[in-house]
């Protein structure tokens, strides 16, 4: 059944003031990508977000990661979060009937009397049946529909990633101890991002960790994003309902519905996001001015307001942005082929103490670093 | 000189060994490896302590620091200076955002580049003047709501095709003076500012500014030229006086 205004279960009681969605103030966040896509291990990303610990308060961290699963690399990667285990076995018929299960397994966790009361991890390994497929729903398209499905209709299960070769861990605690339970460690990347939360409007639990992701689009974000209300009504809309409890979902939505449905390029996307304000519209050569006139007057309701910096990664690269008055902290280190992006150099400078360059990015502007052609 | 070494060290042991050695009588400190630790120098009120740090302090370093003087040979990260009451900070890379902000008193030279909102609310009175010297260049918000002290912007020291001042630079400034080695754009200024050219008042003012700025940066600069300067005064020491009275 396809997701719709109509069917969704929205608006859930939560809904119903945007000031109770707002998420955090003084969150750290971290991300690398080794252009090259050379494999380096978690333990460096749970090295470097340790260094920001004091940015959080133990009530979240994250992480996400691409080139980790080359083995399946070709298969979607299903991370599923079960708060209920009973409803482990409903989740699944729907994953066979919908899908070609090619393999499942838990998520090896590590025992830790730090980490409380974890939920139970699964990940499975699945393709899009040929026959799924129509002229207008690609295999992505059938895949974002099933995992809006089970976050919407399983009470009790949560995708955390979808994406290919790539997966998302995260839960309640510090991220360094978060790093542990999963075993980061024993996982090689070649992009990584990290997130220390410190939830101050929005419910500290599993699923409201950050990374949020869709297929193998994720962000962490530092921030809030005080336009939640109309950015969750815009992408609602758009037939991706909001189940996570906190703001940072919403943008990374409306990143996948902006670059993914609308084709907009990912310049284009940022500039929806983190618009120019109309004085410096205005004064724009005619043929840029017509282009940002339009992306605010089309797109509008996907500008996001309040103060943030967020890391978006996908299989392609790694991008960061800041909100348009820069509210929030943001540096960029490259080294070789690696580019760190980072809301403190300290943080950086723990795993990699020398640099060739290191600057602070403009507000609005944003740094899109891509992996080069294999 | 007492070396305290800061590789895995919290910042709350490192403040508290930098507060028992002072009390003990050590007035020169190094620390090394310094990798992030917050509030280094916060707070601290002896006039004749210096602390050199290598590495890169964290955020707020200097908050509230009333007399010592703290050289940081590599860069800083935000919040140098918060509130700062007297004492000095020199910084020999770049800083980050809101760089002395409300600073009362004391010195911050700052060899680089430096962030948004540097200099904000910053404030003076009667003999206490607040001194800040950016070698390099400035994000927004430049000065914002600035009510007194001396701000000198230079853009001397980094090369890049950025202006050497951001957007909104001096809205609300209602006291103090604010001088810029360059020109601005009427557009990029708060409207509660006017721009003008320096006299000798100013030339007697910056001169000894710029050489302990140029002496403690161990650098020569040709930032002697007083003709390629504006200042940024305040037209009105009220700008929003009447903003809730009507």
Known sequence: MPISKENSLFPQPWVKSPYNERDTAACGLIGFINKDRKRVSGSIIQKAIANQHDRGNGLGGGFAAYGIYPKYKDLYALHLMYDKESVIDEVEELIEKSLILAHAELIPVKKSKIIKDPPLFKRYFVDVRPESLEEDVSADDYLVKIVMQINVEVDGAFVISSGKNMGAFKGVGFPEDIADFFDLQSYEGYIWTAHNRFPTNTPGWWGGAHPFTMLDWSIVHNGEISSYGINYRFIDTHGFPCTMMTDTEVVTYIIYFLVRKHKLSFEDACTVMAPPFWKDIDRMPERERRRFTLLRATYGAAALNGPFAFLFGFNGGLIALNDRVKLRPLVVGHKGKTVYISSEEASIREVCPTLDSLYAPHAGQPTIELLDKE | ?246
């Open chain 2, 1 to 246: 000189m007492k070396v305290i070494d800061g590789k895995d060290i919290y910042y709350k042991q490192l403040n508290e060994q930098i507060r028992s050695e002072i009390r003990a009588g050590v007035k020169d400190f190094k620390l090394v490896n310094i990798i992030g630790q917050r509030y280094i120098g916060g707070g601290l009120e002896d006039k004749d302590v210096t602390i050199h740090v290598e590495g890169v302090p964290g955020e707020d370093m200097a908050a509230f620091m009333d007399g010592p003087t703290i050289v940081v040979e590599n860069n800083a990260q935000d919040g140098v200076g918060n509130t700062m009451n007297s004492g000095k900070i020199i910084v020999h890379g770049m800083a980050g955002d809101v760089v002395g902000y409300g600073m009362r008193g004391g010195k911050v030279f700052i060899k680089e580049d430096v962030g948004y909102r540097v200099a904000i609310h910053m404030k003076g009175f009667l003999d206490k003047v607040p001194i800040m010297v950016i070698g390099g260049k400035a994000g927004n918000f430049f000065g914002e709501y600035m009510a007194g002290g001396v701000v000198v912007l230079l853009g001397a020291t980094t090369e890049n095709d950025d202006p050497i001042v951001g957007d909104y630079c001096a809205t609300g400034m209602h006291g103090g003076v604010i001088y810029i080695r360059g020109s601005v754009e009427d557009r990029m200024l708060g409207k509660e500012v006017k721009k003008f050219p320096l006299d000798k008042k100013d030339e007697k003012v910056l001169t000894p500014i710029l050489k302990e700025f140029s002496s403690d940066m161990d650098l020569s600069l040709d930032i002697f030229d007083f003709s390629k300067y504006i200042k940024l005064l305040p037209i009105s020491s009220r700008p929003y006086g009447r903003m809730y009275v009507y």
